[in-house]
């Protein structure tokens, strides 16, 4: 019954662990890699198979074995921790670039509609200015020869100033904000990186605990190679 009980607290640890993790990984790869993601999903699919041998097939090994299971669990462990704390600092980038972007984009349709805003205030000025120059004219033409004076002065043209660009000392200027994609293709190569370590890592353990596996099923301390054949 201990066994069980001990067995069960081992797939439970395994899930939180190992498990969970790879998911969020498997799910992150998607949006990272997305014309690889499955042969990046199958990597780490390498690994949770590899973690699973060295957690379950260790306790039927010998104590050298056995520690070696724990130290090559232990490294790819480590290794999926900072897989998966930069698959989670890069999903804060990309939603921070997104939020950036919908900000800009925003501020952009402001930014327009100001200017709309402007040019519909000056097209009424310029029909206002028209309407009391032709009422002024037919008030003049009422008039006789010799009275007909305008009281309103001709509009001068505005001069076209060129707004200038003035920065204040206190002023700090933000860099621009990178888009999404342009987030995604910066952590590229890191994701890569410890894809591939992640990987590596679990075939090459894998690979050398296949040359040195010792078993010990009886739990006596001893290979079961090296002990005589039971009759």
């Given at each position: 019954m201990s066994a069980v009980r001990y067995g069960w607290r081992k797939l439970i640890l395994f899930c939180f662990i190992v498990l969970l993790p790879a998911i969020v990984v498997g799910i992150s790869n998607f949006g990272v890699f997305p014309d690889?993601?499955?042969?990046?999903?199958?990597?780490?699919?390498?690994?949770?198979?590899?973690?699973?041998?060295?957690?379950?097939?260790?306790?039927?090994a010998t104590a050298k074995i056995t520690r070696y299971c724990i130290v090559a669990d232990l490294i790819i462990a480590v290794i999926l921790c900072f897989n998966l704390g930069a698959h989670?600092?890069?999903?804060r980038e990309v939603s921070s670039a997104r939020q950036g972007l919908e900000e800009r984009h925003a501020e952009e349709d402001r930014e327009?509609?100001?200017?709309?805003?402007?040019?519909?205030?000056?097209?009424?000025?310029?029909?206002?200015?028209?309407?009391?120059q032709r009422e002024e004219r037919r008030r003049l033409r009422m008039?006789?020869?010799?009275?007909r004076r305008s009281s309103i002065a001709a509009p001068k043209p505005l001069p076209h100033v060129q707004p200038l660009k003035l920065i204040d000392a206190g002023v700090v200027i933000r860099a621009p904000r990178l888009t999404p994609e342009q987030?995604?293709?910066?952590?590229?190569?890191?994701?890569?990186?410890l894809a591939f370590a992640e990987c590596f890592a679990s075939?090459?353990?894998?690979?050398?605990?296949?040359?040195?596996?010792e078993w010990d099923r009886d739990?006596?301390?001893?290979?079961?190679h090296l002990q005589p054949p039971k009759v």
């Open positions: 690889s993601a499955w042969a990046a999903t199958l990597m780490l699919v390498v690994t949770v198979g590899v973690a699973a041998i060295f957690t379950w097939q260790s306790g039927n989670w600092l890069l999903a327009e509609k100001r200017r709309a805003d402007e040019t519909d205030r000056q097209l009424a000025i310029k029909k206002a200015e028209l309407d009391l008039l006789p020869p010799e009275e987030v995604r293709e910066s952590w590229w190569w890191r994701l890569t990186a075939v090459l353990a894998g690979a050398i605990l296949a040359g040195i596996w739990h006596d301390g001893v290979a079961d």
